[in-house]
């Protein structure tokens, strides 16, 4: 079965903070991708990353970070000195390597305080 | 790049009508696209796998003649609510894979859909 897990419903933070948002999955595939998406209240799916289960190798994208962890089938997003313009919801995302469907997470909704 | 779009972007409609939610690729061929949707504050569930030429594949629990999906080209997969009551008013949102090898899915815009 494919499931993906954000525990952490909604995160409030004050601008400036670090914060991180959880994702575990579950798959039975040995080959597959992770994704993370940005959704503002406009509604659009703003791609982050897309992660391939060969490469763990942590990534850093300016004040983004992600660290995927297969050992604990984890792959978490740290935002650095988190700006007002983070506030949205974020959804973890894994998708088989041979198949095009996504399975979502239920999305962390993260609202940065000035 | 390749684009997905869809439209309408926001729509809505009176109970016991049905509308209609198109959606294009628009500088590649997708012969499966995919349609997922979203209540309030929810996540996205996978609704159908549209199928250029065929029938479309439905997820468990979805209503097939409720939602009825065409994938007449290769450039356009079409959602249609039917009858629809204000417990479909949700956002629709629809993904097809990009050309090439790079194996990229690209999501249009979403669809906001209200129903009175």
């Known amino acids: 079965a494919q499931k993906v897990t954000q525990a952490q419903t909604e995160i409030s933070v004050v601008e400036k903070e670090d914060v991180t948002l959880d994702c575990v999955y579950e798959t039975r595939d040995t080959t597959y991708y992770l994704f993370w998406y940005k959704q503002p209240p406009s509604g659009e799916l703003v791609f982050l990353i897309r992660r391939n289960s060969f490469d763990e190798q942590n990534e850093i994208s300016g004040r983004y970070s992600w660290n995927f962890q297969k050992s604990t089938s984890s792959f978490n997003f740290t935002i650095t000195a988190s700006q007002v313009v983070d506030s949205a919801v974020y959804f973890c995302a894994l998708r088989g390597y041979n198949f095009n469907k996504f399975y979502f997470g239920s999305g962390t909704k993260l609202n940065v305080k000035p | 790049g390749a684009v997905v779009s869809q439209h309408p972007s926001r729509v809505i409609c009176k109970s016991g009508t049905s509308v209609k939610i198109e959606c294009r690729s628009l500088d590649f061929q997708a012969t499966t696209m995919f349609w997922y949707r979203q209540f309030p504050k929810k996540s996205l569930m996978l609704m159908a796998t549209?199928?250029?030429?065929?029938?479309?594949?439905?997820e468990q629990g979805v209503e097939k003649d409720k939602f009825l999906i065409n994938h007449a080209s290769l450039t356009l997969s079409t959602l249609t609510v039917t009858s629809a009551h204000p417990e479909d008013s949700s956002f629709y949102i629809c993904?097809?894979?990009?050309?090439?090898?790079?194996?990229?899915?690209?999501f249009g815009e979403g669809s906001w859909l209200t129903v009175v």
């Open positions: 549209s199928n250029e030429g065929s029938k479309a594949t439905y």
């Open positions: 993904s097809a894979r990009g050309p090439g090898a790079g194996n990229t899915i690209y």
